[in-house]
């Protein structure tokens, strides 16, 4: 809290100036401005016959927005409220002067004094504004050519009124709703109600003629006629495809086709099968005729009847017979197959057994006659099943014919229907379209669309600028704010010692001491001038190092003195880094706090020839000096002045040269052996480092070096730079002395802190 209040009265200067002027400002703009008024209007966008499409180009049906796209056309007309064109307009019918300038203000017995003073201020800032205006417009404008330059300066102000009345449009729509609204602000509530009004004019018949599509009617009527002979057409051709095809229904004539075919089909597929078995059973006779001999044995005499023999051959034949007519069902590897051979082979042996020497007598087989029979009537019958299997087959494929036939008229059917549909569809749609173009166009005369005038442009009684309370709020807010942001600002662009924190950070130096502000030019002897403020002063300067509130205790500076590393007797510089640091003063309070508790001997150098200050602190001349004592090789005392202060004497600059000189400083730096058997205690005051001056040669002959840093003043960088220079020329640097510290905090606040 002490950064923050530190911070904060450290600039209040600063504060305070930023803070009236941003007050000053902000009242003289808010009772000398022009008084601004505002009219404002109200429409409202309804679903009505902008909602839908008409355009030929686009759609022949109706087709209704949803709430997405009546968004959509809501912000489509805020952007035919704000396009240029309409402004224009607007700008031509009222007037460019009005627009730029407002009514011209004029002055009425009764007006207030600030009414008066508020209308001269106006008039002359006017005037001051107008002439380097119209000269630079003069020089701009070419002179060989009056009417073209009247021209150009005309396109220019009507360009400027036309931007300017964009700018203090506001149109805008309201969320969630198809509510828009309009308002203009001037000076003039009359101007700006007329302003609206004509917006709002001009508006409306642009809206009309947005959304008018140029030619509908005609384009409708023109297809409806077009459409109407197509569709007389196509029903003349559907009904002549009808009577050629005598195709009274599809369907039914279809079944019977198929009924038809499927009936053929059958007789085809029973037809084939029968010719397959016949084709089998005659293969199957060829095969028995081919094993059968063509004549038999009819009689075997041996010695007697072979009626048995002949029987058990019979029944063989018969079972060989039997066997072709079961292959021509069953398979070889069949049961009853196997049972007829069977049958054979065990006959066949009966039979070989039985027979003896015999007489044979030989006739055709009946048979082998029987089978050939059998085979040609099969053959007759195998020709006719072929025979009827190809009519069967020629009358499928006319019947298919017939079929693929039916189905290309159905197709053609089809796509004529389709076609019809489709031109009655169309008929209808563009008979509706072209009923509603009759009916815009109507409209359109009229004046009548969706755009609904909830609230006409107002007439402003109250001016909306200035509000003096918000203004004066605002201002009072800007300038706490502002002016603390501008403290901090200053604070962080500031780069000087403010804290001994500050040094220890930067310079990696201690702090041997920290110096308050005081008042230049009192005197350090001892004896006060008469009055209090010169008591005080003197106060403030007798107590440089003690805790008194305007100066920080600093024990490393009090050992250097009481026996720590510069024990008595030893010579100490004070050197700045720039002039004006406060040096001497320091010098001054330092020799002064030395000779008061030390007990021995103190003097102080006054080696600042350029700006000597130590004999007017102390009292004495200025002559005999350091110059004098240098010049004579240091080896008389008689330079030196003693000063009110007990144990404090004094060796002035001197009034000769502006510094030392080479032999000088080879005269000091021999006599200071001489000086410390005389006193305990040396103290330099030494020029700044910065200013060539022989301040760097003389800090090489010192014990020790003290920089002496101008709190709020001396930047990093600067001191920095000394301390390296120091350095450099083999100083032994022992801190720094931060000088003119201020106490910015109260001392109510600063001890509730």
């Known amino acids: 809290m002490r950064d923050f209040y530190n911070i904060l009265f450290r600039n209040k200067r600063r504060i305070l100036i ?119 417009s003069n020089l701009l404008i070419p002179k060989d050519n009056p009417a073209a330059a009247a021209q150009l300066k005309g396109r220019k102000e009507r360009d400027q009124a036309i931007e300017s009345l964009m700018k203090y449009l506001k149109i805008e729509a309201t969320k969630k709703s198809d509510i828009i609204s309009i308002a203009y602000k001037t000076n003039d509530p009359q101007l700006a109600r007329d302003v609206v009004n004509k917006l709002i004019g001009f508006y409306l018949d642009k809206h009309i003629n947005a959304h008018r599509t140029t030619g509908s009617y005609q384009f409708f009527d023109q297809q409806k006629e077009s459409l109407q002979s197509s569709l007389a057409q196509t029903e003349e051709e559907l009904k002549n495809l009808k009577n050629k095809t005598g195709t009274a229904s599809i369907q039914d004539q279809r079944l019977i086709l198929l009924q038809r075919i499927g009936g053929i089909q059958t007789d085809l597929e029973g037809t084939e099968s029968a010719a397959a078995a016949s084709a089998a059973r005659v293969k199957a006779l060829k095969a028995s005729l081919a094993r059968l001999p063509g004549t038999l044995q009819k009689e075997e005499t041996m010695g007697m009847a072979m009626s048995a023999a002949d029987g058990m051959r019979k029944q063989i034949y018969d079972m060989q017979l039997k066997e072709q007519e079961l292959l021509s069902t069953f398979t070889e590897n069949s ?74 008229t159905e197709m053609r059917l089809a796509q004529l229907e389709r076609e019809l549909q489709t031109q009655k569809s169309n008929y209808s749609k563009y008979s509706d379209s072209r009923e509603q173009a009759r009916i815009d166009q109507a409209l359109e005369l009229e004046k009548i669309s969706n755009i609904s005038i909830v609230q006409p442009a107002s007439y402003a009684i109250k001016p909306v600028r200035p509000k003096a309370f918000l203004n004066l709020a605002l201002g009072l ?176 600059a001197g009034d000769g040269k502006p510094e030392l000189s080479a032999g000088g400083i080879k005269a000091l730096a021999a006599a200071l052996p001489a000086l410390k058997h005389e006193y305990t205690h040396i103290i330099f005051d030494l020029p700044s480092v910065h200013e060539h001056s022989p301040a760097m040669r003389i800090a090489g002959l010192m014990d020790g070096v003290i920089l002496v840093v101008e709190a709020e003043s001396t930047r990093w960088e600067v001191a920095g730079r000394a301390k390296e220079d120091l350095l450099q020329s083999g100083s032994k640097l022992l801190g720094v002395i931060l000088n003119r510290t201020k106490k910015h905090i109260p001392d109510w606040l600063y001890k509730t802190l």
């Open 18 to 136: 930023f803070f009236l002027s941003v007050m000053i400002v902000v009242t003289i703009g808010t009772f000398l401005g022009s008084k601004v008024y505002e009219s404002d209007a109200v429409l409202m966008v309804r679903l009505g016959r902008e909602s839908v499409t008409l355009d030929p180009t686009a759609s022949t049906g109706q087709v209704v927005s949803i709430i997405s796209e009546h968004e959509n056309e809501v912000n489509s007309e805020i952007e035919i409220l704000s396009s240029r064109e309409i402004a224009e307009k607007v700008v031509d019918a009222v007037g460019v002067d009005l627009i730029l300038d407002g009514p011209e203000e004029i002055l009425v017995p009764g007006d207030t004094l600030l009414h008066v003073i508020r209308y001269w201020i106006r008039h002359w800032i006017k005037e001051i504004v107008r002439v380097p205006v119209d000269a630079i």
């Open 335 to 408: 049961i009853p197959v196997q049972e007829v051979r069977r049958q054979l082979r065990e006959g066949r042996a009966l039979l070989s057994k039985a027979e003896q020497t015999k007489q044979v007598t030989r006739a055709i087989s009946d048979n082998y006659q029987k089978i050939q029979l059998d085979l040609l009537e099969e053959e007759s019958n195998l020709s006719s099943l072929r025979a009827k299997a190809e009519v069967l087959r020629t009358q499928l494929e006319r019947e298919r014919s017939d079929l693929n036939l039916l189905n290309d």
């Open 477 to 652: 807010f800007l300038g706490i704010f502002g002016g603390l942001g501008l403290a901090y600002f200053t604070e962080y662009q500031d780069r000087s010692f403010k804290k001994p924190e500050d040094v220890d950070k930067r310079l990696n130096l201690p702090v041997l001491a920290t110096l308050p502000d005081y008042f230049p030019g009192k005197s350090l002897s001892g004896s006060h001038p008469a009055g209090k403020g010169a008591a005080q002063a003197d106060a403030r300067c007798a107590l440089p190092f003690g805790s008194d509130g305007y100066g920080n205790a600093c024990r490393e500076l009090l050992h250097l003195f009481a026996g720590g590393t510069l024990a008595a007797p030893c010579a100490v510089a004070l050197v700045g880094c720039r002039s004006g640091e406060g040096v001497s003063t320091a010098a001054g309070l330092l020799a002064r706090q030395s000779a008061l508790q030390s007990g021995g001997r103190v003097l102080i150098v006054d080696a600042n020839s350029r700006s000597p200050s130590q004999h007017v602190s102390f009292k004495t001349k200025l002559c005999p000096g350091l110059t004098d004592f240098t010049s004579n090789g240091g080896r008389s005392l008689s330079c030196i002045q003693s000063t009110e202060i007990e144990n404090l004497d004094v060796l002035s």
